[in-house]
């Protein structure tokens, strides 16, 4: 059972839905990222909470709305996304986005495919 | 100038043989260095971490950091075709873990 999990872990959704992304930590963790990963490319950071403050927001347009209510909890809400937003959306957490030492840890990602 | 760069591959070793990952960074700064692991359609797990010069073992596995060159690499021992998957180096200064795009390896039973 790994210690990050995201919900839904496939998602099909047109372009006119909303839905969200959900995950969870139970590693004590107070750091929370969403990467996207699409095909070809590398890893593609989003969004950083860390104890529960947005600390980085990389230039991610609106249609994608994040929200962390506590530091084991981190949503992502999606309306009017496009088909190029099609990609696996990972969650990951790692101790502090301060220290120097601290490895992430990811969820096993959502499938997103947007039509 | 990217921040992590590798080579994206694929390298293919026969089974049994040394595979060995290359990865350089931009940020002079950077103080944590990690390799990840990711299998096809899988999220990447991690499988390594160094923070010093030098080398590190772990198993069939080591990390070697250069820092002067900001070069780090990743040695596999006795590839075996389980082995076969994208390698990630990622970077940390203080902030949250910089990807490189990978290095798919393949292993030849």
């Known amino acids: 059972e790994t210690g990050v999990t995201q919900t839904p872990r496939h998602l099909v959704m047109g372009m006119t839905n909303k839905k969200s992304l959900k995950c969870e930590q139970h590693l004590g963790h107070n750091a929370m990222y969403w990467y996207k990963q699409s095909a070809k490319k590398p890893l593609e950071l989003m969004f950083v909470?860390?104890?529960?403050?947005?600390?980085e927001n990389n230039s991610v347009p609106s249609r994608f709305s994040p929200e962390c209510p506590n530091s084991s909890h981190l949503f992502l809400h999606l309306h009017t996304l496009q088909p190029e937003d099609s990609a696996l959306y990972l969650c990951?957490?790692?101790?502090?986005?301060?220290?120097?030492?601290?490895?992430?840890?990811f969820g096993q990602g959502t499938r997103l495919t947007v039509v | 100038q990217k921040e992590v760069e590798q080579n994206s591959g694929p390298l293919s070793v026969p089974e049994g043989a040394i595979a060995s990952l290359n990865c350089t960074y931009s940020?002079?700064?950077?103080?944590?260095f990690f390799w990840y692991r990711q299998y096809s359609g899988k999220s990447p797990e991690l499988i390594m971490f160094i923070y010093s010069n030098g080398d590190k073992e772990d198993g069939r596995f080591t990390a070697q950091l250069n820092k002067a060159s900001q070069y780090v690499s990743l040695l596999i021992r006795d590839s075996q075709p389980s082995d076969s998957a994208t390698y990630l180096c990622a970077v940390k200064k203080g902030t949250p873990l910089v990807f490189g795009k990978g290095t798919r390896l393949s292993v030849i039973a």
């Open positions: 940020d002079r700064g950077s103080q944590s």
């Open positions: 990951a957490s790692s101790g502090d986005t301060a220290g120097g030492n601290t490895e992430a840890f």
């Open positions: 909470y860390n104890f529960k403050e947005q600390t």
